[in-house]
């Protein structure tokens, strides 16, 4: 038998017809639609010999409202791993359903020695960036990703263009 110890700490999981049992909180997970527990529980499987054995079947689970998942008293789940986490900056999380969103970018020219100076590059920023020039002209991301792709362009680190560029 393994070490209880070292086992995932338990949890109270509702089942779909109300019943509740004890489960085993494995890891956390990020999916669009929000934070998801995967879950481990007991029970019991027939063999290719037709034995029983015991098995844990695994699934993931809606994290939150304590609808499904709901913790033990005195157990200490500081140790569960997060498996996915979420996007560290909301351009690379998906929109939420129905939303109307777009993304803004916009380009400066980047200069050696200043204004007046010869072009050295493109910066691409995220449309608003403090760093941006005033009054740049709105890009969409088609038209951020062709730019970025250019010799000598760059993505601004002080906004998510770094970030979100490089990824795409």
């Given at each position: 038998?393994s070490d209880?110890?070292?086992?995932?700490?338990?949890v109270?999981?509702?089942?779909?017809d109300?019943?509740?049992?004890?489960?085993?909180?494995?890891?956390k997970r990020?999916?669009?639609?929000?934070?998801?527990y995967?879950?481990?529980?007991?029970v019991?499987?027939?063999?290719?010999?037709?034995d029983?054995?015991?098995?844990e079947?695994?699934?993931?689970?809606p994290?939150?409202?304590?609808?499904?998942?709901?913790?033990?008293e005195g157990?200490?789940?500081?140790?569960?791993?997060?498996?996915?986490?979420?996007?560290?900056?909301?351009?690379l999380a998906p929109?939420?359903?129905g939303?109307?969103?777009?993304?803004?970018w916009?380009i400066?020219q980047?200069?050696v020695g200043?204004p007046?100076?010869r072009?050295s590059?493109?910066?691409v920023h995220?449309?608003g960036?403090?760093?941006?020039p005033?009054g740049?002209a709105e890009l969409?991301?088609?038209d951020?990703?062709?730019?970025?792709r250019r010799p000598?362009t760059?993505?601004c680190?002080?906004?998510?263009a770094?970030?979100?560029?490089?990824?795409?």
């Amino acid at each position: 038998m393994s070490d209880p110890a070292r086992q995932p700490p338990r949890v109270w999981l509702t089942l779909p017809d109300g019943q509740e049992v004890r489960a085993r909180l494995h890891a956390k997970r990020w999916t669009p639609s929000g934070w998801r527990y995967r879950v481990g529980l007991p029970v019991w499987s027939v063999t290719a010999a037709q034995d029983v054995e015991p098995v844990e079947y695994t699934v993931y689970v809606p994290a939150g409202d304590d609808q499904y998942v709901r913790p033990v008293e005195g157990v200490d789940y500081s140790a569960v791993p997060i498996e996915e986490r979420p996007p560290s900056h909301p351009y690379l999380a998906p929109p939420p359903p129905g939303a109307d969103m777009h993304w803004a970018w916009t380009i400066e020219q980047a200069r050696v020695g200043g204004p007046g100076s010869r072009p050295s590059g493109i910066i691409v920023h995220e449309h608003g960036c403090k760093l941006a020039p005033a009054g740049g002209a709105e890009l969409t991301l088609d038209d951020a990703l062709n730019a970025y792709r250019r010799p000598g362009t760059k993505a601004c680190q002080d906004c998510a263009a770094a970030e979100v560029l490089s990824r795409l």
